[in-house]
């Protein structure tokens, strides 16, 4: 065979693998949206990376989840991880949301805000989280005809929701209170820019 012909792929392969490249471009589409959006919502841009950095949790998650199945990631799984963003930022809208308005109408401090806000928001955000999760479940095992094209799908939900739950209950406090000290350096730095200026 000449070393001159190449090979390509054609037809709905070709779409697929233009799909695939595609990926990535989506991936941070969504992120940017939920970033502003969030960012509306509480007129912050600081608490906006704090509920993404919970997303981390849940692709790595799936990813590792996939990887202990041997399952590719198909369109379907990323698909469910993007699934992952809607459902796993759920959590840590629930603690952060709390600790803000605890903050604002109670003047507390922040480390008393968030874990106020980790004991009463523990209840729902694990009801939530297995509710997800025992929906995914059938997909991840199910057998049969089609099988092969749900599986992805649901091993990406349920391992995601798995390892963020055991990180995010945990992790997200800290952030909180990462985030809250930047926000605080940031304002001491941007009093101390005007007052030199008026000076």
């Known amino acids: 065979m000449p070393s001159t012909l190449r090979g390509s792929f054609m037809g709905t392969a070709q779409a697929f693998k233009a799909s695939l490249s595609n990926m990535p471009l989506l991936l941070g589409a969504a992120l940017l949206a939920v970033y502003i959006v969030l960012g509306m919502l509480y007129e912050s841009l600081i608490h906006p990376v704090t509920i993404l950095s919970t997303i981390f949790s849940a ?3 799936a990813l590792l989840a996939l990887l202990a199945c041997r399952t590719d990631l198909t369109v379907i799984a990323f698909i469910g991880i993007i699934l992952l963003i809607g459902i796993v930022k ?3 809208i629930l603690m952060i949301d709390f ?3 605890v ?3 109670e003047g507390t401090t922040p480390e008393r805000a968030i874990f106020q806000a980790c004991l009463l928001r523990f209840r ?6 297995m509710a997800a999760l025992l929906g995914g479940l059938p997909l991840a095992i199910g057998m049969g005809t089609g099988s092969e094209l749900r599986q992805p799908l649901g091993i990406a939900i349920v391992g995601g929701l798995i390892f963020s739950q055991l990180l995010t209950l945990y992790t997200t406090p800290v952030i ?14 941007r009093a101390g820019g005007r007052s030199a200026v008026t000076t």
Do not use: C, F, S
Request: glycine letters at 6%.
């Open 59 to 61: 692709g790595m998650g």
């Open 90 to 92: 759920k959590n840590a």
């Open 99 to 101: 600790a803000i308005e």
């Open 103 to 105: 903050e604002r109408r």
């Open 124 to 129: 729902p955000i694990t009801m939530t989280t």
């Open 176 to 189: 909180y209170l990462y985030m809250d000290r930047v926000h605080l350096w940031w304002v001491r730095v």
